[in-house]
């Protein structure tokens, strides 16, 4: 039996913190991602990228590929 770990996970955001003299302070999620990858066998991989988006504000799976 193959262990599934293991796991590479990736990620990275988009954050803006602004500072004001005479307002009040400001915070904002640009764009946030984890990816993730995974080998089921030695020619196997399977990664996904799930992205939030401010704009529209949801989550959902930027990709999802098999490698093999």
Not at 7 to 24: K, L, R, S
Not at 29 to 58: F, H, K, P, W
Request: hydrophobic share 50%; no cysteine.
């Amino acid at each position: 039996m193959n262990a599934l770990l293991p796991v590479e996970i990736f990620a990275f955001g988009d954050f803006m913190y602004v500072i004001q003299d005479n307002a009040p302070d400001d915070f904002a999620i640009g764009q946030l991602e984890a990816d993730v990858a995974q080998n089921l066998r030695s020619d196997v991989t399977i990664t996904a990228a799930i992205a939030y988006d401010s704009d529209a504000e949801s989550i959902g799976v930027g990709a999802f590929t098999i490698f093999g």
